[in-house]
């Protein structure tokens, strides 16, 4: 089964940035989207950025011009480029992987941004 694991998270100031890694391994040609999601505290998992391998890709509105997704297809990992970080952008951060149809999901990294 595919597993993802997450890299990247930390504490950053407000305006600063940081850079979130996910590495798939396993039956990765079975995976047919790719993103970034989060949780803050209270609020429920939302959508943050995703891929799909023929090259669609959606941001949330509030990351819109922020965040950039990329990927590293060679090495089976995706990237989540955070700049101009806000207190909102505080969060746990889960790679995201539809393999097959199913979500697969990474262990989370906490992303803290202060003021």
């Known amino acids: 089964q595919v597993r993802l694991a997450e890299s990247g998270g930390g504490l950053v100031q407000s305006g600063g940035s940081l850079r979130l890694s996910c590495t798939a391994s396993?039956?990765?040609?079975?995976?047919?989207?790719m993103g970034w999601y989060r949780q803050a505290p209270g609020e429920e998992r939302e959508m943050v950025a995703t891929f799909t391998i023929d090259g669609r890709t959606t941001y949330a509105n509030s990351v819109e011009g922020r965040f950039t997704i990329s990927r590293n297809k060679a090495r089976n990992a995706w990237y989540l480029q955070m700049n101009t970080l806000t207190l909102d952008d505080t969060a746990v951060y889960y790679c995201?992987?539809?393999?097959?149809?199913?979500?697969?999901w990474g262990q989370g990294t906490q992303v803290t941004v202060s003021s």
């Open positions: 995201n992987a539809i393999v097959f149809g199913r979500n697969v």
């Open positions: 396993g039956p990765v040609a079975g995976v047919v989207s």
